[in-house]
């Protein structure tokens, strides 16, 4: 099983990035692919995670309306467009994949790990 976590970079507030999470080794379309993001001395969160199957979504509150998470089957890739970045968005970004029940039952909840596969991270950071 393989997540490779691209994109991230240095913007300036205000800014864009787009995330890609190329996975392999399982069969897509039976998982949910969630972003989450960790910053320095800050327990690990949720961003964004999609249903392969059915194209459900989730949010975490401080990023709706700014963040957009799409899925290309055909590619086995989930990307995560970061519009009107902030400061304190600058985190390392994880992509992860669980079963979807398991989204849908578990996503939000603080300091729980619920996914079963976790790829490297990829630095994002938002100069002020």
């Known amino acids: 099983v393989q997540l490779q976590a691209s994109g991230g970079g240095l913007v300036q507030a205000g800014g864009s990035l787009r995330l890609s999470c190329a996975a392999s080794g399982f069969t897509f379309d039976d998982y949910a692919i969630g972003w989450f993001r960790q910053a320095p001395g800050k327990e690990r969160e949720g961003v964004s995670c999609?249903?392969?199957?059915?194209?459900?979504?989730y949010y975490a509150d401080s990023v709706k309306g700014r963040f957009t998470i799409s899925s290309d089957n055909a590619k086995n890739t989930v990307y995560l467009q970061m519009n009107s970045l902030k400061p304190e968005d600058t985190a390392v970004y994880y992509c992860?994949?669980?079963?979807?029940?398991?989204?849908?039952?578990?996503?939000?909840?603080?300091?729980?790990?619920?996914?079963?596969?976790w790829g490297k991270g990829t630095l994002v950071t938002v100069s002020s």
């Open positions: 992860a994949a669980a079963q979807p029940i398991t989204i849908a039952t578990m996503w939000g909840r603080p300091g729980k790990n619920y996914m079963d596969y």
């Open positions: 999609i249903s392969s199957s059915d194209g459900s979504t």
